[in-house]
C-alpha cells in the first residue's frame, strides 16, 4: 500500500517513526507492506514510488529542516501527479479557512484515494461535503486522531457503539487547558500555570487557540458531524475559554470539593465549551494532560474512555489504528 | 439473519427486548432484517423459521417461567436440527466443565454458524480450540460482553487497538466485588457490605463466584487468550478473593489515603487476581458496580475504559455489538 504524507511536522514524523516500527506487522498480518511514496512539507518534498525509508526522512528533515531536497509550487498538483493509495494529511491546522489541508483532503478524495487525517480545520470546517465525497468516490475519509489523540473515541462512537443511540459526549478534549487548571488547582495563579505549561512544550507561544477554547471547539463540531450526524461549523459553537477562570473561581469550587475543568459538550441539541463545575471523584475531574470523554447512550449507559490526547506517536498510534482499518477494507475488497 | 438463542434468563430476555428496539435499525442499515427463529431455556423452546415476536417470548418467560411450550432432550440435536445463522449463546455459565453452553457452541462452529456469546465457562476452557474451530468453518465466534459486560474492552483491545503491542491489562471486572469494598470504605463491615449487595440483586445467595474472585479470574483468563494470544486455563490464575479483606485492612488504607480494590492483571508473563492497594484518585479507585480497565501499550500510552460490568440491557448492548459486526461481514461478503 503505497501512502503520500502531507504535513512532515511532529505528527508527520511520528507516523513515519510507526510506519517503520510496524514494517513487519503490515505485511505479515495485512498480506502487503505500506511504503511512503510522498512526503511533503510545506516547502520541499521527497518522492519514490518504490517507497522511502521512513526513519531517513525523519533524520534528513531533523537535520536541514525539510524532508527533501525537491520544492514544489502547487501541492495539488504534487499530489496529482503522485501514485498513491492513501493520503495522510497532517499539515498545520487553520481553522478559519481549512488552509492547504483541506485542498490536499479534497483532492485526494476526489481521485478516490483514501484519507487518513488529524487536520481539524478541514473537519471541522467542511464534514459533509468530505464525507460525500468519499462516498462519492468510493473512498473513506477516517480522523481518529483528530479528538482526543490516542484516547479512543471516533471510531469507538461509530463502529463499535453503532449500535446505541448515542445520547451525549461531554470531555475534556484540550491537554494544555487541563494541564493549566490542574495547577490553578495547587494555587497557581492562571498566569504562572500557564508560562509553566509553555515552558514544558504543553502550550504554544500564542496559546489563544488552547485556552480560548478554540479547539476544544473544533473537537466537539467534529463529533457533532460524526457520531450525531448533525450538520454544524465552528461558529455554532458557544464557546467559552479558561481565561476568564479566576484563583478565586478555583479557590471558591475547592471549598465545596469540586474543581473547574474545561467540558466540551455535545448531544443533538447542544454545542457548547465553556469552563464547568466537576465534583472531585467525578470522572472528568482528572487532573494533567489526559483526555477523557464520557459516552451516554441508551442501551450501554455510561461509558467512560480516557488516554493521552497528543504527542508525536500517540497521535500517529491513532492514524495507525485507521490505516489498518484501510489495509482491512482492501484486503475484503481483494477476497 | 436468522438468529438462534440458546439460554433465556435475564441475558436472554434482554438481548431478545434488544432485537426488538432495533428492529427498524436492521433493515435500514444492513438491508436484512433479525429474526429470532429458535430461543430455548433449559426446559423448553419455542422455534418458527418466520420469526417469533422477541417481546412475546420475554412475556411467556416471565408468565410461565417457560420460553415455549415444547420441551427438548438434547439441545444439540435441537439445534442441529434448526435452520439459523448465528447463535446467540447465553445459557448459564459453568466454570468447571463447560457445560451445555460450550457443547452448543461446539455445536454452532461445527455447522459454520457465526457465534455470540458472553458465556465465561467455555472461552475460559477453551478458547483456542474454539477459535480454532471457528476459523476452519469460516465463522466467528465472538464475545465482547464476556468481560465488562457494556464496558468496551475485547473489541477495542483486538479490532481499534490492533496495531498496538499491549503490555498489560489490569482492571475491576467484577462489579459486586467493588461494589461490597466501596461499603467497606464507608465502615461498613464485611459481611453487612455482602447482605446489602445481596438485597439489592448484586450477588447471589451463594456469593463464592464473585467474592472467591473465580468470576474475574475467568475475564483475565479470557483476556489472556483473546488479547494476549496466551494459552491460558482457569488453573493457571493465581486467585486471591476478597474474603480476606479485613475491616482493619481498609481502615489502614484510607489512613494512608489508598483503598482496597480486587485487581484482575494480565500480561505476557502475569496473570493474577488479588485485592490490591489503590492510591484515591487513581483510575482503578472507583467506588460502585462500574467495571474498569487500563490498558498499556506501546504507543497509544495508557488507555482506560470504565462501564457498567453487568445488567440486563447493558450485556445485551454488548451482544448486538458483536451482532453488527456479523451482519457487517455479511454485508461485505454479499457485496
Not at 14 to 36: H, L, P, Q
Not at 66 to 86: M, N, P, Q
Not at 93 to 119: F, H, P, Q, S, Y
Not at 132 to 138: H, I, R, S, T, V
Request: hydrophobic residues 40%.
Amino acid at each position: 500500500m503505497r501512502v503520500a504524507i502531507a504535513g512532515f511536522g511532529t505528527v508527520g514524523q511520528g507516523t513515519a517513526e510507526v510506519i517503520a516500527m510496524r514494517g513487519d506487522m503490515f505485511s505479515r498480518n495485512y498480506g502487503e507492506d505500506v511504503r511512503i511514496v510522498l512526503a511533503m512539507d510545506s516547502r520541499s518534498y521527497a518522492a519514490d514510488p518504490e517507497g522511502l525509508d521512513p526513519l531517513k526522512l525523519v533524520e534528513t528533515k531533523k537535520v536541514t529542516g525539510r524532508v527533501g531536497e525537491s520544492t514544489y509550487a502547487s501541492s495539488r498538483r504534487l499530489l496529482s501527479e503522485t501514485d498513491y493509495d492513501v493520503l495522510i494529511e497532517v499539515s498545520p491546522t487553520d481553522i478559519v479557512t481549512g488552509g492547504v489541508g483541506l485542498d490536499n483532503i479534497i483532492c485526494a478524495l476526489e481521485r478516490g484515494k483514501d484519507v487518513v487525517t488529524v487536520n481539524k480545520g478541514p473537519l471541522a470546517l467542511r464534514f459533509h461535503e468530505l464525507s460525500e465525497l468519499a462516498e462519492d468516490n468510493g473512498c473513506v475519509l477516517r480522523f481518529e486522531g483528530s479528538v482526543g489523540g490516542a484516547m479512543p473515541i471516533i471510531n469507538l462512537c461509530t463502529e463499535n457503539l453503532v449500535g446505541e443511540r448515542i445520547r451525549s459526549i461531554r470531555g475534556i478534549f484540550n491537554g494544555t487547558c487541563n494541564f493549566i487548571l490542574s495547577r490553578m488547582d495547587t494555587g497557581l495563579p492562571f498566569e504562572q500555570a500557564l508560562k509553566e505549561a509553555q515552558q514544558l512544550g504543553y502550550a504554544e507561544t500564542d496559546p489563544r487557540n488552547d485556552i480560548e477554547g478554540f479547539d476544544t471547539a473544533c473537537k466537539v463540531v467534529i463529533l457533532a458531524n460524526s457520531v450525531f450526524g448533525r450538520d454544524v461549523k465552528f461558529s455554532d459553537v458557544s464557546v467559552t475559554g479558561i481565561t476568564s477562570v479566576t484563583d478565586e473561581a478555583i479557590a471558591l469550587a475547592a471549598d465545596h470539593n469540586m474543581v473547574v475543568r474545561l467540558i466540551g459538550e455535545v448531544s443533538d441539541t447542544k454545542l457548547e465549551v465553556a469552563p464547568r463545575l466537576i465534583p472531585r471523584g467525578h470522572a472528568l475531574a482528572i487532573s494533567g494532560t489526559l483526555n477523557t470523554a464520557q459516552i451516554l447512550s441508551d442501551l450501554a449507559g455510561p461509558i467512560t474512555v480516557s488516554g493521552r490526547g497528543a504527542g508525536r506517536i500517540e497521535t500517529a498510534s491513532a492514524i495507525l489504528s485507521d490505516l489498518l482499518a484501510i489495509m482491512d477494507r482492501r484486503r475484503g475488497k481483494s477476497l
